[in-house]
């Protein structure tokens, strides 16, 4: 007899899931110290409505959206924007949380997690000319983080 | 400052570095290439450049640990019920009018069947029976397992009784004194190695542990113990704070597969260990 694990339960993947979720919810929310909280309330909400996920799709991509829409629906969150209270190790990624607002989760999307411009757009609810125009503010803006360390280092 | 020029000219190659461009639009951003030559080369070279700066530091994010109180919060949540209301057949209305001899025999058949019970408890022989006598099987049993778990992972140089080395010696030994016949599971594909085993006791009884460790250092055992509790054959999850535990009942045996509750591959262990052991 091979006993088998409940497959239909998505606890298991969503925490394998959790590093690349925290990333998403760094990138989406700029506030390191309540990535974890923004994270917690959307895997939950992810459980409660498993029955509700295709099994064909990626799991990753339906909870980056849930990740955006639970942040959608705290403006309180939203506008506390540039407190830095962070109590995580979070805080040190300046590279990130120097982006301008709103560009890094598109970047995140398209350039690393291997999203169309497309599927990035429907996950973060702006049209796929936004994230197209993101993607490229994003890499301006590493361009002169790059260009700004060789001088200093020169 | 970048001119209006290079700027339309950074967003075209941008997208062409997404590979979002149509054929047509390709052609063309090749033409626009080999038209501004070195300009376009130099503003290409810094998008890519900038485009792994971005994704480099977005891989060192992935190296922050993740909190066990996220694990616990998700491993512990409660998935929605899956209760299907079937439209239920409108009852016939039973009228109960009970007559005066009905209420009196209904009232003698109490008293009798109460008087019974009072009997037998009364008249009962001072002896013990082979149940009241046997030690009973704490519920706590799970609690010894995750207790022992917790201070016998972090003993890193006394982990085993046994070594894997031994392998022989220490199956003829967990068997003959828990009574559970085994085999070593192989979890080499999991990237698990088999450090080897010891006996301990949970609930009063002996109990066998094979001790694994996989690429990060991370203890993972599988215990196993005769008629410890239950007849549960389904894999059950249970969190005692930083350890998981999985446990299951066949053949009269009970096994718990333990680790910490933050690894995610713990019932995916658990079920090769069911199909191995």
Not at chain 1, 82 to 94: I, K, L, Q, R, V
């Amino acid at each position: 007899m091979t006993l088998q694990p409940d497959h239909t339960d998505i606890r298991r993947d969503l925490v394998s899931l959790l590093p690349r979720l925290r990333r998403f919810a760094l990138a989406v929310c700029e506030q390191p110290d309540i990535v974890d909280e923004l994270v917690g309330d959307a895997c939950l909400q992810a459980v409660l409505k498993a029955p509700q996920f295709d099994n064909g799709s990626r799991l990753e991509s339906w909870a980056f959206a849930l990740i955006q829409s639970v942040w959608m629906d705290q403006p309180k969150k939203r506008t506390s924007s540039g407190e830095d209270t962070g109590s995580n190790g979070f805080t040190g990624y300046h590279a990130i949380l120097g982006l301008p607002q709103g560009i890094a989760a598109s970047f995140l999307l398209v350039c690393v997690e291997d999203h169309s411009y497309a599927e990035a757009a429907s996950i973060l609810g702006i049209p796929p000319e936004a994230v197209a125009a993101n993607v490229v503010a994003a890499r301006v803006h590493f361009a002169h983080q790059i260009a700004d360390s060789a001088e200093r280092r020169a | 400052m970048p001119s209006s020029h290079n700027i339309n000219l950074e967003c075209r190659l941008s997208v062409a570095l997404d590979g979002e461009l149509g054929d047509a639009d390709k052609a063309e951003i090749e033409a626009l290439l080999a038209e501004n030559g070195q300009q376009a080369r130099d503003i290409q070279e810094n998008l890519r450049n900038a485009n792994a700066f971005g994704i480099s530091a977005f891989d060192e994010v992935l190296r922050e640990p993740v909190p066990l109180t996220l694990v616990r919060t998700i491993k512990t949540a409660t998935p929605p019920r899956k209760a299907v209301r079937l439209p239920q057949p409108q009852r016939p209305s039973l009228e109960f009018k009970p007559t005066r001899r009905h209420v009196i025999v209904g009232c003698l058949a109490v008293a009798l069947f109460a008087g019974g019970i009072g009997f037998m408890i009364g008249s009962r022989p001072q002896m013990q029976t082979f149940a009241e006598l046997a030690m009973p099987v704490t519920s706590g049993w799970l609690e010894d397992i995750a207790t022992h778990h917790r201070v016998f992972s972090r003993q890193t140089d006394h982990l085993v009784e046994v070594s894997a080395s031994d392998s022989p010696h220490l199956v003829d030994w967990l068997m003959a004194t828990t009574g559970v016949s085994f085999r070593v599971p192989n979890l080499a594909t999991d990237k698990l190695e088999f450090l080897g085993g010891r006996l301990f006791s949970a609930a009063g009884k002996p109990v066998g542990q094979l001790v694994y460790r996989d690429e990060d250092g991370s203890i993972i055992s599988i215990c196993f113990a005769r008629n410890l509790v239950g007849n549960d054959q389904n894999m059950a999850e249970q969190i005692r704070d930083d350890i998981g535990l999985i446990a299951w009942h066949r053949d009269q045996t009970d096994y718990v597969v333990t680790g910490a509750s933050s690894n995610a591959n713990l019932d995916d262990i658990a079920a090769k260990v069911a199909g191995q052991i």
